[in-house]
């Protein structure tokens, strides 16, 4: 069985709608051609991703999110995605879509990431955002 789990390291976050977010995840994964085995979200703090983001990819800024893919065997689906709340609230409010929108899209945007899209030019970033609005769209919750 799949394994898709919530963790939380600096902040107090708890997704809503746990077996919901699973199922939609897990949905777009298969839709995709992949293969789940575990995905572990951990939703964190600012100052807990910059860390992350200095230690691991010597990146000094804050970020939304990072995801890193542990899968060992191709079309398996393994990772962790570290996600910061406090860019979850801030994004939502700058760009109005809202908390719950804008959690789903970055939620969905580290698995696609996991699932070989890349957002590093404005033709990978372009196609990433039609995907995420794509599934999106497939959310029934």
């Keep these: 069985m799949p394994a898709i789990n919530f963790f939380e390291e600096d902040t107090t976050f708890k997704p809503k709608q ?6 939609w995840i897990k949905d777009t994964v298969v839709a995709e051609g992949f293969k789940l085995k575990e995905l572990n979200y951990i939703f964190c703090s600012d100052a807990y991703l910059l860390q992350i983001n200095q230690q ?3 990146h000094d800024t804050y970020t939304d999110i990072v995801t890193f893919d542990n899968s060992e065997v ?3 689906i393994v990772g962790d995605i570290f996600i910061s709340i406090d860019r979850i609230r801030e994004n939502g409010a700058k760009f109005e879509t809202g908390e719950t929108n804008e959690l789903h899209r ?3 945007h580290g698995a696609l990431h996991l699932l070989g899209y890349t957002d590093k030019s404005v033709v990978t970033k372009k196609k990433m955002t039609q995907k ?3 599934y999106l769209a497939k959310r029934n919750f």
């Design 132 to 134: 995420e609005d794509e």
């Design 56 to 58: 691991y990819l010597d």
């Design 74 to 76: 191709e079309g398996d």
């Design 18 to 23: 746990k077996a919901q977010l699973r199922q």
């Design 106 to 108: 970055v939620i969905i």
